[in-house]
């Protein structure tokens, strides 16, 4: 059964700092891992998707890594602001993949301080 | 693009009260899907469908309803709420019935049963 976990389960860093948020995965059969972003009272904000036979995927700031055979993913946020404050989740589908089920980390809630 | 849209975003029931919580999507996704948020829990999959006129059970399917008579619409009905339905729900859509693509959440509905 696939788990996911986010460590660690919250965060505060001053701005402008670089920092790495952790996921790690049971079962390294994977289609892809998405992060998302949730901030409080909201919906779910997909930030990055990476497929399987990719090794990382960035867009601006973040930069998200994969490696399938230790069951990890990294986000890296560059140079940190407090609009990045939010919950940041990480997922993967399941099984087949046809279901369409994510299976979600708990994640890691992020206080930047200006 | 309005992406995925949800009402209402806020509803307070009574134990035994029928609703439903609609959810449009305007991607033309063939996968939609509802999942409940509850503190210490995280995401939970309700409902799926994979196309219009095809839905499917979850992890967390009782008490709840789902029909998909169009591509766009995926309501989920609540037949006679009970306290322990209090939840944020989320709706989500995917392009393709495989497991590749990245799914995009709509805002939520905040839904207490008194």
């Known amino acids: 059964k696939q788990e996911v976990t986010q460590i660690p389960a919250a965060l505060s860093v001053p701005e402008g700092e670089n920092l790495v948020l952790n996921c790690s995965f049971t079962d390294s059969a994977i289609y892809n891992l998405q992060w998302f972003r949730q901030d409080p009272g909201k919906g779910l904000t997909s930030l990055l998707l990476?497929?399987?036979?990719?090794r990382e995927q960035t867009s601006g700031r973040l930069n998200a890594s994969l490696d399938k055979s230790s069951g990890r993913s990294t986000l890296y946020i560059a140079a940190s602001q407090p609009g990045d404050s939010a919950t940041y989740l990480c997922?993967?589908?399941?099984?087949?993949?046809?279901?369409?089920?994510?299976?979600f980390g708990q994640g890691t809630t992020l206080q930047v301080k200006p | 693009n309005a992406g995925v849209t949800q009402t209402p975003k806020f509803q307070v029931l009574k134990t035994g009260q029928s609703m439903t919580l609609q959810c449009a999507q305007d991607?033309?996704?063939?996968?939609m899907s509802w999942y409940r948020q509850d503190p210490g829990m995280g995401l939970r999959l309700i409902h799926y469908?994979?196309?219009?006129?095809?839905?499917d059970q979850g992890e967390v399917p009782n008490g709840y309803n789902v029909s998909r008579s169009t591509t766009e619409d995926f309501p989920l009905r609540l037949l006679s709420a009970a306290p322990s339905q209090t939840s944020v729900y989320f709706c989500a859509s995917r392009s393709g019935t495989g497991g590749f693509n990245e799914q995009f959440f709509g805002p939520g509905t905040r839904l207490t049963v008194l």
């Open positions: 469908s994979v196309g219009a006129g095809i839905t």
């Open positions: 990476i497929q399987s036979s990719q």
């Open positions: 991607m033309n996704h063939e996968y």
């Open positions: 997922a993967v589908p399941t099984g087949s993949g046809n279901t369409g089920k994510l299976i």
